[in-house]
């Protein structure tokens, strides 16, 4: 399945680039749970007031998404970004 996350920024960060290599880099920490295959960090290209600004794509089995929820590279992407976040959605699909 896919686990899309889509980050609405409370406010966009300077350098846009260096925003995504950070989360990134948080997300890599997810390939080492047992199910989950692949991420991509996908930055918006269109800069308008009612549109997210990323979006996170985790490839990985259903089964995966408990041990997901529990590992250390989601609490990290909570704890690091979760205030500056105006808005998140969550969707999965096949």
């Given at each position: 399945?896919?686990?899309?996350?889509?980050?609405?920024?409370?406010?966009?960060?300077?350098?846009?680039?260096?925003?995504?290599?950070?989360?990134?880099?948080?997300?890599?920490?997810?390939?080492?749970?047992?199910?989950?295959?692949?991420?991509?960090?996908?930055?918006?290209?269109?800069?308008?007031?009612?549109?997210?600004?990323?979006?996170?794509?985790?490839?990985?089995?259903?089964?995966?998404?408990?041990?997901?929820?529990?590992?250390?590279?989601?609490h990290?992407?909570?704890?690091?970004?979760?205030?500056?976040?105006?808005?998140?959605?969550?969707?999965?699909?096949?």
């Open positions: 399945m896919q686990h899309h996350i889509l980050v609405k920024w409370k406010e966009r960060p300077a350098d846009t680039a260096c925003r995504v290599r950070e989360v990134e880099a948080v997300f890599h920490g997810a390939l080492e749970v047992p199910g989950v295959h692949a991420v991509r960090v996908i930055p918006n290209v269109i800069d308008r007031p009612n549109r997210y600004d990323l979006m996170i794509v985790l490839t990985m089995d259903k089964d995966a998404l408990p041990a997901y929820d529990a590992c250390e590279a989601h990290a992407w909570k704890n690091r970004y979760g205030e500056l976040i105006e808005n998140k959605a969550i969707f999965d699909c096949d």
